[in-house]
């Protein structure tokens, strides 16, 4: 893992997805040429498209831990063969147009103008096309799998996204709906968020381990990972920097979606707080003012610093699945990750 410098004077060392990604720098170098390589077909719009979507180029978490589980257990080197580094790469690139696809769509249904400090593709086109060029995406992932005969990564992405299609449609039900508990909020966040974060993981261990309990570890860790990912960025939506984030913060509040911090924070409040803030995210238009004094509320009445808290006890959680496996570099970058997801300002 990455050593951390202790004492009062002295900032700890953050990691970074440099560090992350360092053992799978080249390999994430041809996924970005694989984009680019799907992303162009003969119809120019596809074309456009694509192209002011790989200028917007994301993290790449969700390539980097499958091809780091891909990698665990190996004691250096990548000792599997060309042909295993092969598909190792066209399923991390397979998984990573699956999440642009959800993101364009999701760009769409939030009605959100900038991603990565860039505009949006429903912004810069309309909502027709963003929905259109995400089906393109779906589309072309699940080909390319089928005409790789990868039927077990089929497998496992067709589950991912078809309980995030369901994990959305459920977020839409339950907008503005103050009666969301923890469970349901749960329940949310794993379908729409740490399924694939799982599948990602679980693709990685198929392929290194194939089918068993090496693999089933894995796809619990990135599903413990997952919805830490997910907390994580719900708290930065209230308390983050929209600079930094490359969207506006306190998005999440004017859509009307309830999330930990404000279930958390109305579960603690006096009534008559709760009774405030529900009546002011209930307005017509829930403008910058009264999502800003949600975001307060959150804070003085214990939801963000319970929503850490949670966020920390999944972290943990993966943290225990990964001690089964052999302590190599590899397994300490996925420890990293963990502490990464944690420690997120972006």
Known sequence: MIERTKGPEIESQRVTLADLQAPVRGELDQVQEELARFFTCDVDLINQISSHMLRAHGKRLRPTLLLLCSKLGDSGGDGRGPEF??????????????????????????????RRGLPTVNSVW????????????????????????????????????????????????????????????????????????ASACDIGGFLRFGDGR?????????????????IMDDLLDIEGDA???????????????VTLPLIQAMRNAPPEATRRIQDRLREERIDPEAAAEAARFA?????IAYARQRARGYADRAIELLDDF???????????????VLDRRR
């Open 85 to 114: 580094a092969r598909r190792a790469v066209l399923c991390a690139t397979i998984v990573e147009l699956v999440h642009t696809a959800t993101l364009i769509h999701d760009d769409s249904i939030d009605r959100s103008f900038t």
């Open 126 to 197: 309309n909502d027709q096309t963003s929905v259109i060029m995400g089906d393109y995406l779906y589309s072309k992932a699940f080909f390319l799998l089928a005409e790789n005969n990868l039927l077990e990564v089929l497998r496992s992405l067709a589950k991912a996204t078809h309980r995030m299609s369901l994990g959305e449609m459920f977020e839409i039900e339950k907008k503005l709906d103050f009666s969301v508990g923890e469970d349901s909020y749960n329940r949310l966040i794993l379908d729409k968020t740490a399924v694939l974060m």
């Open 214 to 230: 090496e693999r089933e570890l894995l796809s619990d860790f990135g599903t413990s990972l997952g919805m830490a990912f997910q």
């Open 243 to 257: 600079t930094r984030l490359g969207k506006s913060t306190h998005s999440d509040i004017q859509d009307g979606k």
């Open 299 to 303: 804070e003085e009445h214990g939801g």
């Open 326 to 340: 052999p302590a190599t570099p590899i397994r300490a970058r996925l420890r990293d990750t963990v502490e990464y």
